[in-house]
C-alpha cells in the first residue's frame, strides 16, 4: 500500500515537472511589501519627544488635581514622582542638567541674565507662596535639556549617568540645545 502511494505521487509530481502548468507565470504570485515604518522604530529624538509628551501630560493632570483641590503643594512632589516614573530620573536630576547648561554657557551674558530672571521671577512667586500655581511652566522651560538629555540615553543605552552627563555636556558646547525663556 505504502508503495503504490509512494508510485502515485511520484507520477503526479514527474507528469508537473514535464507537462508544466496551463498558465505561464510572469507575475509573483504576492508582491514583497515593506511594511510602514512602525512606531516602535522611532529614532532617539522621537523616543525622547515623545516620553516628554508623556510627562507634560501627567503634569497637566497633576496640575489640575491641585486646582481642584486648591493645593498646589502637592505639585513639588508630583513632579519628581512624574520624572522618577516616566523617565527613571532620580531626584534631582533635572536640575543638575540645567547646572550643566549653566556652566557650559558662564561666556553668554545673555543667557545667564534670561535663567536668572527666571530664577528672580520664581523666587517673588515663592514669596508669595503663589510658586506652585506657577511650578510646571518653570520646569517647562528646560524640557530641551530633558529631551537632550534623554535622546543620548536612547542614542546610547549602555552610558551611565556620569557618562551621559559628558555627552549632554558636549551636546551643549555645541550648541544642540536652546531654552527658551518665557
Known sequence: MKLLTLLITLMLC????????????TQPIM????????????????????????VNERRTEAHQKAEETGDFSTVFAASEDILKEELGFRKGLW?????????????NPELLEGLENLEDAFVEKLKSETFGMFYFEYIRTFDALIVEYLRLS??????????????FRGSVRDGEIAIIFP
Do not use: H, T, W
Request: charged residues 30%.
Open 14 to 25: 514527474l507528469s508537473v515537472l514535464l507537462i508544466g502548468c496551463d498558465q505561464e507565470v
Open 31 to 54: 508582491e514583497v511589501v515593506k511594511p510602514p515604518q512602525d512606531s516602535l522604530e522611532m529614532d532617539s529624538l522621537e523616543l525622547a519627544q515623545a516620553a516628554m509628551e508623556r
Open 95 to 107: 536640575v543638575d542638567l540645567v547646572e550643566i547648561y549653566r556652566q557650559e554657557n558662564l561666556e
Open 154 to 167: 536612547f542614542e546610547f543605552p549602555e552610558k551611565n549617568e556620569a557618562e551621559l552627563f559628558i555627552l
